[in-house]
């Protein structure tokens, strides 16, 4: 499903990212931690194509994206859904009309639109906020809505940049569940975030990063701490 294969992405003489392998299978819902400035963005605009890498390769559905051409990523993101941590909704159309407005620009019918658009909100529960505008809702119906325009199109892939960011913590566990849900349903899930208590409590795979590397992938794992980064880090130091 992704691939990074020996991945670095540097600017001017610093390491975003630093020969990153990792892989991620059909069907998984992975965790991307780290403090602000590990590489959990840098990693998930490598996957959509808002980035090259310097050196190495990114596959997704087995294609290699790393050359691909600027026509060619509209094509790509209709295979993905993305969540980007700001919602992005467009503050003159209400909810369903920005949900719409994506299944349109991809060619969907008014038909499979209407179809796709009243679906996802029922999945989401914000059905009874179709005609509420962006700044008549909460933070956590934001991020509902920009979940629902991110699964209208059924994508196999979704991508969700730090979706519980600015959240209190009942909200942010709704929304983790959310993606649980989604995720359930046969979508490949993969989710930044530094918050802890999401990740110790869904217990799904977690990939630790700092500095630009990978330094732990875990299997049903919990949010590394202090004193475990340290013991990674020094273990990493010597290979």
């Known amino acids: 499903m992704v691939q990074f294969q020996d991945v670095s992405v540097i600017y001017g003489e610093s390491f975003a ?15 991307l931690v780290g403090a602000t400035g590990a590489g959990k963005s840098t990693m998930l605009r490598l ?13 997704i559905y087995g294609q290699n994206i790393t050359n691909l051409k600027p026509t060619g990523i509209p094509k790509l993101r209709r295979g993905m859904g993305i969540v980007p941590q700001d919602y992005a909704l467009l503050p003159r159309k209400n ?7 994506g299944l349109r620009a991809i060619g969907y019918s008014q038909r499979e639109v209407h179809r796709r658009v009243a679906h996802a909100l029922a999945l989401v529960g914000m059905s ?17 809505v920009a979940i629902a325009r991110a699964i209208a199109n059924n994508a196999p892939l ?32 993969i989710v930044s975030t530094h918050n802890p208590a999401i990740v110790d409590r869904l217990k799904k795979r977690v990939v630790a990063m700092e500095n630009g590397e990978i330094i732990s992938d875990t299997p ?10 340290a013991r990674i880090s020094v273990a990493t130091l010597r290979r």
């Open 17 to 31: 990212l630093s020969r990153v392998n990792l892989c991620v299978e059909p069907g998984e819902f992975v965790f």
């Open 47 to 59: 996957m959509y194509g808002d980035l090259k890498p310097t050196r190495g390769q990114v596959m």
């Open 220 to 229: 049903s794992g919990s949010y590394p701490g202090e004193i475990e980064r």
């Open 158 to 189: 979704l991508i969700a940049d730090e979706p519980t960011a600015n959240l209190d913590p009942e909200t942010s566990w709704d929304i983790t569940l959310l993606l649980q849900q989604i995720n359930l349903r046969g979508a490949t899930v």
């Open 95 to 101: 909810v369903w009309e920005n949900i719409a407005y």
């Open 128 to 144: 009874s906020e179709a005609k509420s505008k962006p700044d008549e809702l909460s933070g956590g119906e934001a991020q509902r």
